[in-house]
């Protein structure tokens, strides 16, 4: 395991995604802004061309230019993220996973800022993807979205909000990369911070909207209430020991002997912070109204890039500061496996209700961080239980519910997205606020509809697709581990069998009845699109991007489900990565 | 020299006053003034602590804790300008329209 120092070259080479990522949002202000003005020289008639700011050339205030940097910039940092991965892979064709490398503070006494290992730069992968996928449905968003007799059709078209959306993207990206690889909570609070901010904006882009400035505001205060909380936690978890490397925190948790008091107050108000980027129970109300007043694609990206945020914080926390020693129960297990459940029905039952479909998706993103809440308890049962003593089947267990979750996280990715981006093809035509947008669009666009079906019934966990694959690795997990105490006594009668298991047998059975329940409202969107008569039979507008878009989730979507061997062998890299001792 | 506990006993007050602010009020502006004070009660607990453990990370923290809280103001309060253009009040209880 190599160090560097985080300003030395070594380093900085170890960082390149992040410098292309930096470099892209330096070039996206620069490239947009050159033009025409001159400066006269004092004293002088003399005058120079200064290159920035007066009137645009033609070339650059075209509104597609801010699109395309971005675009190029995220394929661009990814290449560089593969170039980046060092010898431990070669042949990434066998499963991503990166050597490990620790970025230190200059100084006489380093201090470790920053981790890249197989489960950092997974998660950098996820991320520029997500970006990648949103920066390019947006291209044709902007003007895609007005009405020709609309008077703000020039200010939309306009290159200069172009800039303003795909820089937000950019940052949200930076901050993004540094939550997956902090190692100290502050920065990976700084992270945070630096992600959301221009969430928070992107969310209240649509400022002609009455809709789009509510929900701004209302996913702002919550998001910023609970992230003060967040950082007032971590303040007392400072108070309490002094440090706030994650290393030192796990070891202060560690020697403890009984719980006190100002530590699990720490860690549960910065459970709020977290709690919010998941959209879990206390917060969901939250995330209906900010997904449907935000434009599609930033929705998609909180529905995945903001949720991945939170459970990376979630996993720091959680399984490395306060996971305790092997046969203690943690304190955590018994409150967190109730929101859980709470949690994944709550969501559910409001999507059955829901007539909007950007609603019925919020909700339905507030299921699934039950599921993969209910998995993380799992981990936790893991601990608790006493058989992990005689056999060492249990590291695998938890390798494999901490990797279902990471390959939950990746798939939603093609498929969450994929289902906003239909839905923001269908707003190239008009606002979609309740189901008849839907109607008949098998008849209109036989393609689209069947990429739609496919992502709901991805989201359903329907078997050959990759929603089925995450789904089952994580109630894998969770029975093997809560049935583990009950197989070591070799008990064969079913109802004994059933009563002797950890109770975390029950999440895998919620886990169950909700997709039981969220099938009728997954399928119901397939008998509108396929059996309901529309009030047109004409096609959607020609949008090519983000059809091509559309038609690489699809893919994306089959393909994970159908041959998930590489991303099973990549999501098992990043966990034992996590689990690694640093 | 104050005692460290002292100044964090301070921070535990001015976070209970915000967060009660701001779960309480209506106006906008006030409930990130409130945002604000839980922020401020963070910095106490860094600086307390700073001085406590004498480790100069504490004040670097503070100082980040200080520069996040202006952004964040600076970010709200665009947001609530926007939300004043369309609606005409900055009273979260109008806020109405995004109903299921």
């Known amino acids: 395991m190599a160090a560097y120092d985080v300003l030395s070259i070594d380093g900085g080479l170890k960082l390149l995604p992040e410098i292309v990522l930096l470099a892209g949002i330096l070039a996206l202000f620069f490239i947009t802004n050159l033009g025409d003005a001159k400066i006269r020289i004092p004293l002088t008639r003399l005058r120079i061309p200064a290159l920035l700011g007066g009137n645009r050339f033609k070339w650059n205030s075209d509104p597609r230019i801010p699109g395309i940097v971005s675009v190029f910039t995220l394929i661009f940092a990814i290449g560089m993220l593969i170039q980046t991965l060092g010898d431990d892979c070669a042949d990434i064709m066998k499963g991503f996973c990166s050597e490990t490398t620790i970025l230190t503070t200059t100084g006489k006494n380093p201090v470790h800022l920053l981790k890249l290992d197989s489960f950092s730069r997974l998660f950098e992968l996820m991320f520029f993807l997500a970006l990648l996928l949103v920066s390019a449905a947006s291209l044709n968003r902007l003007q895609a979205d007005s009405n020709p007799s609309n008077d703000d059709l020039e200010q939309l078209l306009d290159n200069r909000r172009q800039v303003d959306f795909y820089l937000l993207l950019l940052i949200s990206g930076l901050g993004m990369t540094v939550v997956a690889m902090s190692m100290n909570l502050f920065v990976l609070f700084i992270g945070l911070e630096l992600a959301s901010l221009p969430i928070y904006v992107l969310v209240a882009f649509h400022k002609e909207s009455k809709a789009g400035s509510e929900a701004g505001v209302k996913y702002f205060i919550t998001g910023a209430i609970s992230s003060a909380v967040g950082l007032y936690g971590m303040s007392l978890l400072y108070l309490w020991s002094g440090s706030l490397q994650l290393t030192v925190l796990e070891a202060a948790w560690a020697s403890m002997d009984t719980p006190e008091a100002l530590p699990l107050f720490g860690i549960s108000l910065l459970l709020v912070g977290f709690g919010f980027k998941i959209s879990s129970v206390p917060f969901h109300f939250v995330a209906p109204d900010a997904y449907s007043g935000a434009s599609s694609p930033v929705a998609a990206l909180l529905a995945t890039a903001s949720k991945t945020l939170g459970f990376i914080g979630l996993m720091r926390i959680l399984m490395i500061v306060t996971l305790p020693e092997t046969g203690e129960t943690a304190v955590w297990m018994f409150a967190f496996g109730t929101l859980s459940v709470v949690t994944m029905t709550w969501g559910n039952l409001a999507a059955l209700g829901s007539e909007n479909p950007k609603r019925m998706l919020a909700y339905s993103s507030v299921a699934h961080a039950g599921y993969m809440m209910a998995a993380l308890v799992a981990v936790a049962a893991w601990k608790s239980g006493s058989y992990t003593e005689t056999n060492n089947n249990g590291l695998m267990a938890a390798e494999l519910i901490i990797g279902a979750i990471i390959f939950h996280l990746f798939v939603l990715i093609s498929f969450k997205i994929g289902a906003f981006m239909v839905i923001s093809h269908l707003e190239t035509e008009d606002d979609v606020t309740d189901m008849s947008s839907l109607h008949g669009l098998a008849k209109r666009e036989p393609i689209i509809a069947t990429s739609m079906f496919v992502f709901m019934l991805a989201l359903a966990g329907v078997p050959p697709l990759a929603g089925f694959m995450s789904k089952f690795l994580m109630v894998t997990g969770i029975v093997q581990v809560a049935s583990a105490d009950v197989l070591v006594n070799n008990n064969v009668d079913l109802i004994p069998t059933i009563l002797g298991m950890h109770w975390t047998f029950f999440l895998a059975i919620a886990i169950f009845i909700n997709s039981a329940i969220s099938l009728y409202y997954y399928l119901r969107i397939g008998v509108l699109m396929f059996f309901e008569e529309s009030s047109t039979r004409l096609p959607l507008p020609k949008v090519s991007i983000l059809r091509f878009v559309i038609f690489v989730c699809a893919i994306g979507t089959v393909f994970f489900g159908i041959n998930s061997d590489w991303l099973v062998e990549t999501v098992t890299n990043a966990a034992s990565a996590l689990f690694a001792d640093s | ?100």
């Open chain 2, 1 to 100: 020299m104050i005692d460290p506990s002292w100044v964090a006993g301070l921070g535990v007050i001015i976070f209970a006053i915000g967060l009660w602010g701001a779960f309480t009020r209506k106006n906008a502006i006030i409930v990130l003034m409130c945002i604000e004070l839980i922020l401020n009660a963070v910095n106490l607990n860094f600086v307390a602590g700073a001085a406590h453990f004498g480790d100069e990370l504490g004040w670097m923290y503070a100082a980040f804790a200080i520069a996040i809280a202006a952004a964040e103001v600076a970010i709200g309060l665009a947001i609530f300008l926007s939300l004043y253009s369309k609606h005409a009040t900055i009273s979260l209880d109008g806020l109405e329209l995004l109903k299921n």
